[in-house]
Structure formats: structure tokens, C-alpha cells
T-cell receptor, first 113, second 118 residues
Framework: AQKITQTQPGMFVQEKEAVTLDCTYD???????LFWYKQPSSGEMIFLIYQGSYDEQNATEGRYSLNFQKARKSANLVISASQLGDSAMYFCALVGGYQKVTFGTGTKLQVIP | GAVVSQHPSRVICKSGTSVKIECRSL??????MFWYRQFPKQSLMLMATSNEGSKATYEQGVEKDKFLINHASLTLSTLTVTSAHPEDSSFYIC??????????????FGEGSWLTVV
């Protein structure tokens, strides 16, 4: 069974500051992947970053970086230099066997001017 | 550009009628597609796995007779909500896989469909 836990239902961050969104997971699969998606109020899922379980280096995509700690089963998202447009729901997701994706409950991020 | 297209983006239907939502992979062939449902301010819940050429696999608690899934080709999966009721009003979103996730971001989402049953 797969499980994703996001313990922060809501977060505030000052514009231009960095913010970390927490994500822990549990899976019995040896190979798996971790995703972060952004969902604005319009509903579409926007891919942000991906980390494979065998990737030794933390993934980075522009202002997004994933702090992957495999032993702790955590995959936190770090957003640097927050922008007003970053205000949205953020979902951590785990994909294992059969390409099935399990989503966390999400964190609502609000960037304050 | 979008690699998975979902249509319609918004639909309103009368209670008791059926409504079909399409999910198309535009740049790749998808043997497997997934359908999710999202209630307001909640996470995405997997409803079913759509397999090309075979029956869909439904998650526990999802009524297969109510949510009909057809994956007739490698680029198209459809979700039909039959005899819709107001409680079926929700955001439905599909995803398709372009290959093994081990190689990176190969899971693409459609734009989603807002269903309102009146």
C-alpha cells in the first residue's frame, strides 16, 4: 500500500522568501517516484518537479528543489524567492507499481506581498 | 503545449441524464490512463485505471455501473457518469502515462472537467 502525508494544510510566506512544504511517504515498492504538482484555483494540475527513488541527487527545477531524504521517507518541496503567482494548492504524489499515483491531501500556500 | 487533453472542461447536466468526459493523449500512445475525482478543497482520489482493450480496474467504493470507463484506443479513454445525481457534481481529471516513471516525468494530466448536476 502507498501513503502520502502532507501535514501542513495551509502555509503563508512573504514574497521573495523561501518556503518548504513537507511531504512524507510510505511504500513497499523498491522503485518509486515522487512528484510535486501545483493546482491553481482553475483546477489544472501543473507539474513542478520529479524525484526517482534511485536518484542520488536532489531534483531541482528553476526555483523548485526537492529535499529527498530516502531513509526518512520524506520529499519536501522548497520554493525559493516566492512570487505572488505561487499562491495555490500544492500536492505531493507518489507513483509506484502499475503507474498508480497516490496524492497527499495538499498544502494551500499563500504568498503575502 | 498540452499532451493530454480533456473535454469538456465544464458541463452542466440534468439529474438522471448521462454525461461523457473524454481524455486524449495527444503526442503519445497511452496503454493506461487514470481517472480521478476531486471534491472541493480535497485531494485527488483515484477512481479507476483504464486499460486499453480491456476492462477498467475500479478502486474500492467506486460504482462501476455508474462510472463507465471505455478505453477503446491507445489515445482515448472516456468516463461516462450514468444517471447523474447532484452528489456526482465534482471535478474529474484524467492522467496518462507515456512510459516508465523511472525515467522521469512521464505522467501527464488533462485540464480537468467540472461537472455540475442540477
Amino acid at each position: 500500500a502507498q501513503k502520502i502525508t502532507q501535514t501542513q494544510p495551509g502555509m503563508f510566506v512573504q514574497e521573495k522568501e523561501a518556503v518548504t512544504l513537507d511531504c512524507t511517504y510510505d511504500t513497499s515498492d523498491q522503485s518509486y517516484g515522487l512528484f510535486w504538482y501545483k493546482q491553481p484555483s482553475s483546477g489544472e494540475m501543473i507539474f513542478l518537479i520529479y524525484q526517482g527513488s534511485y536518484d542520488e541527487q536532489n531534483a531541482t527545477e528553476g526555483r523548485y528543489s526537492l529535499n529527498f531524504q530516502k531513509a526518512r521517507k520524506s520529499a519536501n518541496l522548497v520554493i525559493s524567492a516566492s512570487q505572488l503567482g505561487d499562491s495555490a494548492m500544492y500536492f505531493c504524489a507518489l507513483v509506484g507499481g502499475y503507474q498508480k499515483v497516490t496524492f497527499g491531501t495538499g498544502t494551500k500556500l499563500q504568498v503575502i506581498p | 503545449g498540452a499532451v493530454v487533453s480533456q473535454h469538456p472542461s465544464r458541463v452542466i447536466c440534468k439529474s438522471g441524464t448521462s454525461v461523457k468526459i473524454e481524455c486524449r493523449s495527444l503526442d503519445f500512445q497511452a496503454t493506461t490512463m487514470f481517472w480521478y475525482r476531486q471534491f472541493p478543497k480535497q485531494s485527488l482520489m483515484l477512481m479507476a485505471t483504464s486499460n486499453e482493450g480491456s476492462k477498467a480496474t475500479y478502486e474500492q467504493g467506486v460504482e462501476k455501473d455508474k462510472f463507465l470507463i471505455n478505453h477503446a484506443s491507445l489515445t482515448l479513454s472516456t468516463l461516462t457518469v450514468t444517471s447523474a445525481h447532484p452528489e456526482d457534481s465534482s471535478f474529474y481529471i484524467c492522467s496518462a502515462s507515456a512510459g516508465s516513471f523511472i525515467s522521469g516525468n512521464t505522467i501527464y494530466f488533462g485540464e480537468g472537467s467540472w461537472l455540475t448536476v442540477v
